[in-house]
T-cell receptor, first 115, second 110 residues
Framework: ETGVTQSPTHLIKTRGQQVTLRCSSQ?????VSWYQQALGQGPQFIFQ???????GRGNFPPRFSGLQFPNYSSELNVNALELDDSALYLC??????????????FGEGSRLTVL | ELKVEQNPLFLSMQEGKNYTIYCNYS?????LYWYRQDPGKSLESLFV?????AVKQEGRLMASLDTKARLSTLHITAAVHDLSATYFC??????????FGEGTQLTVNP
């Protein structure tokens, strides 16, 4: 149990729709990262949020966007869904200090299926 | 661009045997993680390796890090069926942004 909770756990959408995934960080953590894991592959970094600002982005198009709220919870939004967006979306929280990057703690994930 | 390569990608072994999974990475980093993932589940943290020469052990698993060689190993001793899972190494390239390997799917047979 990592203290990172994600919702929903499973959802099905159709091509072209939009989806919002939610993440509640572990208490005391100020940084949240999102990863996409396609079937049979390793997770890929989407982006990271620190102090409500995007703090690094992987190789994902702008239709992937996010928010971090003052309570450090976070949302991942994906517009204009494509079939290849079907994946497990993982949220990870950590505590960032200048001197020392903190260990990541992963939630259970949201499994998105796009039909 | 940081690249992380694991081998083997698939490993079938008998109970009681020993084996090593290798993780090579392409750029300098002094923070490496090993995770376990069961089918349909999230990532379970196994080890965090923070410096050159770091060695950590938990049960039948032992992980090590050689930052000069850009190599980490995950050694399995006397495998048991419960260790069957997919194992990922991940390298922290900058500020807790992880680059993962492709994963090693381990099957331990009776």
């Amino acid at each position: 149990e990592t203290g990172v909770t994600q919702s929903p756990t499973h959802l099905i959408k159709t091509r072209g729709q939009q989806v919002t995934l939610r993440c509640s960080s572990q208490s005391g953590h100020n940084t949240v990262s999102w990863y996409q894991q396609a079937l049979g592959q390793g997770p890929q970094f989407i982006f990271q949020y620190y102090r409500e600002e995007e703090n690094g982005r992987g190789n994902f198009p702008p239709r992937f966007s996010g928010l971090q709220f003052p309570n450090y919870s976070s949302e991942l939004n994906v517009n204009a869904l494509e079939l290849d967006d079907s994946a497990l979306y993982l949220c990870a929280s950590s505590f960032f200090r200048v001197q020392n990057t903190g260990e990541l703690f992963f939630g259970e994930g949201s499994r998105l299926t796009v039909l | 661009e940081l690249k992380v390569e694991q081998n083997p990608l698939f490993l079938s072994m008998q109970e009681g045997k020993n084996y090593t999974i290798y993780c090579n990475y392409s750029t300098t980093s002094d923070r490496l993680y090993w995770y376990r993932q069961d089918p349909g589940k999230s990532l379970e943290s196994l080890f965090v390796l923070l410096s050159n020469g770091a060695v950590k052990q938990e049960g039948r698993l032992m992980a090590s890090l050689d930052t000069k060689a850009r190599l980490s190993t995950l050694h399995i001793t006397a495998a048991v069926h419960d260790l069957s899972a997919t194992y990922f190494c991940a390298v922290d390239s900058s500020g807790s942004r992880l680059t993962f390997g492709e994963g090693t799917q381990l099957t331990v047979n009776p």
